[in-house]
């Protein structure tokens, strides 16, 4: 099973690009890796989510490095309303049943 | 609008009472699932549904029950053997149980707010 490790904080400045990285040094060649992120007192919000390939959507970017052992989302242009924890993931072979989510990293978006 | 509507947002229970967390989505998905997450923590996985009729528990079941009589609807019930239920408890969607590639992810509710008074 892939064990994700994140920092447990990060800052950024308000218009800034945040990077928040994750290894996940014992995915599998099949797994995929996905970003979801907590705001206070409401549910996960679905990122972005890849195997090999960057990925890029309205919401951020996802660059994995070639041997795909970290990733880092990329959040071009941060506000203030990015302010949340996010959470790197990646469900053992593909089953939903076994996704977990760690502590992530709060990352906090200041003037 | 689709998506997953928990209710109620915040409930209080009493020691000793069980009571019943609503679920619903109108995304027409196969798999449900139910987590508990305590503040400053990750989600722990309570009970899931991979289709109508069938439950699995999790890694925290003890405690709890659900039931899948409809695909729209996985209600969660916190009995009294629960010895600590205060928490947040989060319900979820997907299309079907594996990710067998692109596309396929959890969608989550807003959550509800469980406190023993």
């Known amino acids: 099973d892939a064990k994700t490790t994140q920092p447990p904080s990060m800052d950024c400045a308000e218009g800034r690009a945040a990077n928040l990285p994750c290894n996940h040094s014992?995915?599998?060649?099949?797994?995929?890796v996905y970003w979801y992120r907590q705001i206070h007192s409401q549910g996960p919000q679905y990122i972005i989510h890849?195997?090999?390939n960057n990925e890029t959507n309205e919401m951020a970017s996802l660059i994995i490095t070639e041997d795909r052992k970290s990733s880092t989302l990329i959040l071009p242009h941060a506000t203030l309303r990015d302010t949340a924890v996010y959470y790197c993931?990646?469900?053992?072979?593909?089953?939903?049943?076994?996704?977990?989510f760690g502590t992530g990293t709060r990352l906090q978006v200041t003037l | 609008d689709g998506g997953i509507t928990q209710s109620p947002k915040y409930l209080f229970r009493k020691e000793g009472q069980n009571v019943t967390l609503s679920c619903e989505q109108n995304?027409?998905?196969?798999?449900m699932y139910w987590y508990r997450q305590d503040p400053g923590q990750g989600l722990r996985l309570i009970y899931y549904?991979?289709?109508?009729?069938?439950?699995q528990k999790g890694d925290i079941a003890e405690g709890y029950s659900v039931s899948r009589e409809k695909k729209e609807s996985f209600p969660l019930t916190v009995t009294s053997a629960q010895k600590n239920p205060t928490a947040f408890y989060l319900c979820?969607?997907?299309?079907?149980?594996?990710?067998?590639?692109?596309?396929?992810?959890?969608?989550f509710g807003e959550g509800s707010w469980l406190t023993v008074v």
């Open positions: 890849g195997l090999k």
């Open positions: 995304l027409n998905h196969d798999a």
């Open positions: 549904s991979q289709i109508v009729n069938d439950f």
């Open positions: 014992t995915i599998s060649g099949n797994e995929y």
């Open positions: 979820a969607s997907s299309i079907e149980i594996l990710f067998r590639g692109s596309g396929n992810t959890i969608y």
């Open positions: 993931t990646s469900p053992p072979h593909g089953t939903a049943s076994k996704l977990t």
